[in-house]
């Protein structure tokens, strides 16, 4: 594994390996239970959250090596400082969303609106998931915390966000 | 002679023996990744520094990998510090694979895991040393982190360990960042780690968070003590830390004045910390020293899970790389205070243990809605788990039969991201349309997965 493609390809392919063991895994004990029988809410609403977990986490995983990726063909590893926040949600699905204002850290330090942007800024009709990028170079580490504001039609919601700046 | 002090003496041989040989650099690296660059070396840098802080004395700083062993032959490891233990002993077998096949030298290394918490007996402190140094085990593992749930599963099938519990994730797997500081000072060695457990809950966990109860958590911690606050929000606190707390005067010791912040939420508690307003002073061993812990709940009241990160920016009053800094840190467990927290002192501790935890949510409201409707719920998660299976069952016997190509690698990534995005859109629409809720202006708090 010389070559920086190289380094890549194996990166990708460890990682699809792992997933798919796992996703796996998550599947079979899922059927195991539908097997069984009396398969209700309660299992619906834990295996939900788990599968959708599941697949957030393959998401910023798959993206997370692709990032990498990127950083390791072109060399650029030091610059800028991009941070990702995990997964929120508003129960307005499809709504717009935009930063009530800059976010904040425990000891008053500010991540400026900015250069922080809501990923995506309008969801689809039934997306309810969002997250944050931020370009934090420069900035102090912290964990930055503020309100996205989710408005579709009249329902307005605001929803408490923060972001980690290694 | 202190046990990170022993452990310290082992990287240390390691990392010199990597200089001499680009074999055992290779070896070491396949669970050390930072010396897959061929210019990291720490160990001697880090030792003249060392002698430089500290008082005279004959003494070395660090004692030789021989005298290492021997003193963790000595100490029984207690909470996280077992963990290190296990994988500083893998790395050393992984670095000098031939002490395996010596008699004497195996069983100096064995020794060392020896002890009650460990391995029970010689015959069992044998079969964990061939254990972590499995190569084979290694390379059939998808990762490290799955190399290391290998390991401690076929310990605890085996018997090798008594109780593996407490573990916690695989030791030195920050991943390093160099950040640029404000003000265009320089890039610093940040290091990030993050972690899953499910061992225990977010109200327990959260007691421990507050510095003063770190010095019971981990040796490493000579000193945390508490001097105010000021402004108010702002706790101000001296930390004396160093490889050998009894003592410090002719060990590696650093103090540094810090101010920390602490905030809460219903599901997560944050501290910060960062080098007091006035610091660093031309004296100060510690130039940068700031970052956070977060610990989360997302897991559910009946089985709760929670997500640990945390960061670190260090800076030393002495120039070392990145790198080196990254090993430094995992050597000491500096920037690993968490695990210290979470596998020392909350697993074990009593219920009332530690201290409530200081912070304050932010302006946040809580969540309203009724009862869910999960009927159609149950419909989407078969769909989106039979969807899954079924794509994962095709990928891995592609891959069984040798068949998983660079074309289908990148067809099945392309094939994720649209499954990801239509089913989670399709599960999670079903159940915010089920869940009913009402329209209008609301807080919520953070609801990260």
């Known amino acids: 594994m010389d070559s920086p493609l190289a380094h890549v390809v194996d990166g990708y392919t460890r990682l699809a390996a792992s997933l798919l063991e796992r996703w796996s895994a998550h599947a079979s004990m899922v059927a195991t239970k539908l097997d069984a029988g009396g398969y209700d809410a309660d299992d619906a609403a834990a295996d939900l959250a788990a599968t959708a977990s599941l697949a957030t986490e393959s998401g910023f995983l798959l ?24 997964v929120f949600s508003t129960s307005l699905a499809g709504a717009k969303l935009r930063l009530a204002g800059p976010l904040v850290s425990g000891h008053g330090s500010a991540l400026p609106a900015a250069v922080v942007s809501v990923k995506p800024p309008e969801l689809e009709p039934t997306e309810a998931d969002f997250s944050l990028r931020a370009d934090a170079t420069g900035h102090r580490a912290g964990t930055y915390v503020g309100s996205v504001v989710a408005s579709r039609g009249d329902a307005v919601e605001s929803v408490t966000v923060l972001i980690v700046v290694p | 002679m202190g046990e990170i002090r022993d452990l310290i003496g082992i990287y240390g041989a390691i990392d010199r023996a990597t200089m001499e040989e680009s074999e055992r650099r290779a070896r070491v690296s396949q669970l050390l990744p930072v010396y897959q660059h061929p210019d990291v070396h ?62 004497g030298e195996s069983t100096a290394l064995a020794a060392a895991l020896r002890v009650g918490s460990l391995a029970e007996d010689d015959e069992r402190a044998q079969n964990l040393l061939e254990l972590l140094g499995d190569e084979q085990l290694l390379l059939e593992s998808d990762d ?36 640029d500081l404000p003000g265009g000072k320089g890039p610093v060695a940040t290091l990030r780690t993050e972690f899953e457990t499910s061992e225990i809950d ?64 219903t599901d997560t508690a944050i501290t910060e910390y960062r080098l007091r307003d006035g610091h660093p002073l031309p004296n100060d061993d510690v130039l940068v020293d700031e970052g956070s812990l977060v610990v989360r709940q997302i897991g559910s009241v009946a089985k709760p899970r929670l997500r ?53 949510s932010p302006a946040a409201g809580p969540t309203k809605g009724g009862p869910p409707d999960l009927g159609p719920v149950i419909e989407a998660v078969k769909e989106c788990i ?22 289908a690698l990148v067809q099945d990534m392309a094939r994720a991201w ?32």
């Open chain 2, 144 to 179: 490290l982190d799955a190399w290391w749930q290998s390991v401690l599963a076929v310990a605890s099938y085996n018997g090798l360990i008594a109780d593996t519990a407490g573990m916690g994730p695989r030791p030195c797997s920050g991943r390093l960042v160099m950040v």
């Open chain 2, 42 to 103: 720490w160990f001697d840098d880090f030792e003249e520094w060392t002698n430089a802080k500290r008082e005279d004395t004959e003494e070395p700083p660090f004692p030789s990998f021989e005298d290492a062993l021997r003193g963790l032959a000595g100490v029984e490891p207690r909470g996280r510090m077992r963990a290190r233990r296990l994988f500083a002993i893998a790395t050393a077998a992984h670095a000098f694979p031939e002490l395996l096949e010596s008699h």
């Open chain 2, 202 to 265: 977010f109200d327990h966990a959260g007691r421990f968070l507050e510095p003063v109860n770190w010095p019971d958590c981990s040796d490493f911690w000579c000193e945390m003590t508490k001097l105010g606050e000021q402004p108010p929000g702002v706790h101000q606190y001296h930390e004396v830390v160093s490889t050998d707390c009894p003592s410090k005067e002719s060990a590696w010791t650093i103090e540094a004045e810090l101010d920390f912040s602490f905030t809460r939420f």
């Open chain 2, 418 to 449: 649209v499954r990801i995005v239509r089913d989670g859109a399709t599960a999670l629409d079903v159940s915010v349309r089920s869940a009913r809720m009402p329209a209008g202006t609301r807080a919520r708090e953070p609801s990260a997965k």
């Open chain 2, 308 to 360: 640990v990160t945390t960061t670190k920016r260090i800076m030393f009053n002495h120039p070392f790389s990145g790198e080196a800094l990254a090993m430094i840190m995992c050597a000491l467990g500096y920037a690993s205070v968490v695990e210290d927290l979470v596998f020392s002192c909350a697993t074990s501790g009593a219920a009332g243990a530690g201290t409530s935890f200081p912070g304050e």
């Open chain 2, 386 to 407: 039979d969807d899954w299976a079924d794509a994962a069952e095709a990928s891995s016997k592609k891959m069984a039969e040798g068949r998983y190509t660079a074309d």
């Open chain 1, 63 to 86: 993206a997370s090596e692709a990032l990498d990726a990127a950083a390791i063909l072109t060399g650029r590893q030091d610059e800028p400082h991009i941070v990702d926040s995990e």
